[in-house]
């Protein structure tokens, strides 16, 4: 039996491939195939596929910052500043942050009294250059351009606005010394007088000038009188004559 070459079975198998299928009646060429309208298509196999791609993106979370609440106390101490009304000396009763120092009590006068309640100053800002502390004494440096600007006939009330103010309301102090410009100098006392240079003023040389004198204490002394005893009286019947 002679060998086909592999050429020659090729067209063989094709032919024979081709000759089965036409047997089996398998319809072939274009027009074997129909269009399939729409609705007779099964739901879902006509629907095109579409894939999506979702990026989730996650933000650190920043920390919570938790800010403490703080809260701070001042405590306030109250004081009598001296003002005038009708041209006596007023106390005034205001507030200073406690642990307060001359300095403080000065720029309290010299802000004036508050509005409104009926009361004036011949206090300026700026007449009052320093305070100093030393040995009960407030040593208080005047300005002397300021000065020099409240009238001669005022100058008493002033210098008690200033005494009565400190010494009021300073623990330990017991009186107060003035310098005009660093020099020793002399003030008016209440009673119109004026100090010796260097000399210190008390509160007692401006009592005066109050507006309303604090009440004198009266002690009343009661003495125990004694009554004299009335003498017996006889009260016997009075013998009758001829006896």
Known sequence: MSRLSVAGVAPVLVLAVA???????????????????????????????????????????????????????????????????RGRLQPMPLVLTSGFAPDQVVDRLEAGP??????????????????????????????????????????AEAIGQIVLSLMRNLRGVGSVRFTLGGEPTQVKKGDSLLSEPDEPVTQDDYAVLLASTPPTTTTTTVVPVTEPVPAAVDTAPAAEPGQ
């Open 19 to 85: 000759f089965g299928l036409g047997a089996c009646g398998i319809p072939t060429g274009d027009a074997s195939f129909s269009e399939i309208a729409n609705e007779d298509i099964p739901f879902g196999l006509e629907a095109t596929t579409t894939t999506t791609s979702t990026t989730t993106t996650t933000l650190p979370i920043a920390p919570e910052t938790t800010e403490a609440a703080t809260t701070t106390t001042i405590a306030l101490e109250q004081v009598e500043i001296y003002f005038l009304s």
């Open 114 to 155: 508050p509005p409104g309640v009926g009361l004036t100053t011949l206090i300026e800002r700026g007449l009052v250059n320093s305070t100093d502390i030393a040995e009960g004494i407030v040593t208080v440096d005047l300005d002397p351009a300021v000065f020099a600007r409240i009238a001669t006939n005022d100058q």
